[in-house]
C-alpha cells in the first residue's frame, strides 16, 4: 500500500517541480547515483530505494520528478550522452567523423557494465527499450549531422544516410567493447572511419553488391 500511495503522490507532484540551483544539483546527484548503481549491481537489481539512499534523498523527491527507474535510467543516460558528445563541424568528412565517433568510443570506453547492463535489460523491459530509443539512440545522433553537412557541402551525393553506417558502426563498436574487450582508442577509431564508415558511404551498393557480380555500366 505505502508503495501505491507514494507513486500517487509522486504523480501529482510532478506538476509542481521545484527549480533552482539546489532543485538542479539535487536531481544530478540522483541521476548520477542511478548509473553508479546500474554499473554496480545492474538494471534489474537497481530499486528506487537503493537510488534514495545512494543519493541522500526521499523516494517522495524522486517520483516528483520521474515515475519509475526506467525514466531515471534513461534521462541520466541522455544527460550523459549529450553532455559529452558534441558535433563537430572542421569542414571535412572524415575528420568530422574521427572527432564524432571518436568522442563517442571515448566515452563507452570503460562504461562496459553500464553498456552491457542497459542493453541486457532492454531485452525484458518494454518501457526501458521504448524510452532509450526514443530518448537516447534516435535522439540527436552526431553521425547523421555529420553525414547531412558532408551532403550540403558535396562531399557525399544528396540522398546520402547514414543508415547503414548506423546499422553496421555500433555492431562493431560492441564486438570490440563487450565481446571482445579491447580498447575503443584512437587506432580503432582510425580503421572504424577509414575501413568501414567511409567504404559504406561512398559506395553503398558495393556493401551488398554479390562478389561474384560485375558493377552496373
Known amino acids: 500500500m505505502a508503495a501505491v500511495t507514494e507513486d500517487v503522490e509522486g504523480g501529482a507532484g510532478r506538476a509542481h517541480r521545484p527549480s533552482g540551483p539546489r532543485a538542479e544539483a539535487r536531481e544530478q546527484a540522483i541521476l548520477d547515483a542511478a548509473l553508479e548503481l546500474v554499473m554496480e549491481v545492474g538494471y534489474d537489481r537497481l530499486s528506487m530505494d537503493a537510488l534514495a539512499e545512494r543519493a541522500h534523498a526521499s523516494k517522495a523527491t524522486i517520483y516528483r520528478r520521474w515515475s519509475g527507474k526506467a525514466q531515471v535510467v534513461v534521462e541520466a543516460i541522455r544527460r550523459r550522452k549529450h553532455g559529452r558528445h558534441a558535433v563537430p563541424d572542421t569542414g571535412s568528412l572524415r575528420q568530422d567523423l574521427l572527432e564524432a565517433l571518436g568522442g563517442m568510443c571515448l566515452s563507452l570506453d570503460g562504461d562496459e557494465a553500464l553498456v552491457t547492463g542497459v542493453m541486457s535489460a532492454m531485452r525484458t523491459d518494454p518501457e526501458l527499450a521504448v524510452l532509450m530509443r526514443a530518448q537516447v539512440i534516435d535522439d540527436g545522433n552526431p553521425v547523421d549531422v555529420v553525414i547531412a553537412r558532408a551532403v550540403a557541402r558535396g562531399e557525399l551525393p544528396p540522398g ?58
Open 160 to 217: 546520402t544516410t547514414g543508415d547503414l553506417v548506423n546499422e553496421v558502426g555500433p555492431a562493431v563498436v560492441m564486438l570490440r567493447l563487450v565481446f571482445r574487450g579491447e580498447p575503443l582508442d584512437e587506432a580503432f577509431t582510425v580503421h572504424l572511419v577509414d575501413e568501414i564508415v567511409l567504404p559504406l558511404l561512398r559506395n553503398p551498393a558495393g556493401a551488398t553488391q554479390h562478389p561474384h557480380e560485375s558493377p552496373p555500366t
